[in-house]
């Protein structure tokens, strides 16, 4: 069984840091897309970021040169660092995967395409 579990949400303030862990399991096949998104109250859900097996990232407009994606293949373990933080960026978080070649984004990911999905961490940034 796949699973994946989010960590390191909290609550900052505007300008600061977290780093967001996702740690994936039960995952067999060799190449992956890897996705993280986030949905504030009465919004949809949005990509944030993304990587593949390849190392090649992706970042939704909102989000470049503050978030960086990142992963430690080893310990299969994908990150979010989070800088520069404004009070839009709260909301909670989701991990995600797919078996894919690659991602191919251009910007942010498409969560309809992830099957497997974490249970989400919440992240607030009070201005």
């Known amino acids: 069984e796949v699973q994946l579990v989010e960590s390191g949400g909290g609550s900052v303030q505007a300008g600061g840091s977290l780093l967001l862990s996702c740690t994936v399991s039960?995952?067999?096949?060799?190449?992956?897309?890897m996705g993280w998104f986030r949905q504030a109250p009465g919004k949809e859900r949005e990509g944030v970021a993304s990587?593949?097996?390849?190392?090649?990232?992706s970042y939704a407009d909102s989000v470049k040169v503050r978030f960086t994606i990142s992963q430690d293949n080893a310990k299969n373990i994908r990150y979010l660092q989070m800088n520069s933080l404004k009070p839009e960026d709260t909301a909670v978080y989701y991990c995600?995967?797919?078996?894919?070649?690659?991602?191919?984004?251009?910007?942010?990911?498409?969560?309809?395409?992830?099957?497997?999905w974490g249970q989400g961490t919440q992240v607030t940034v009070s201005s």
């Open positions: 990587i593949d097996s390849e190392v090649t990232a």
């Open positions: 039960g995952y067999t096949y060799s190449n992956y897309c």
């Open positions: 995600a995967q797919d078996p894919a070649d690659a991602c191919g984004y251009p910007s942010d990911p498409d969560p309809a395409e992830f099957g497997y």
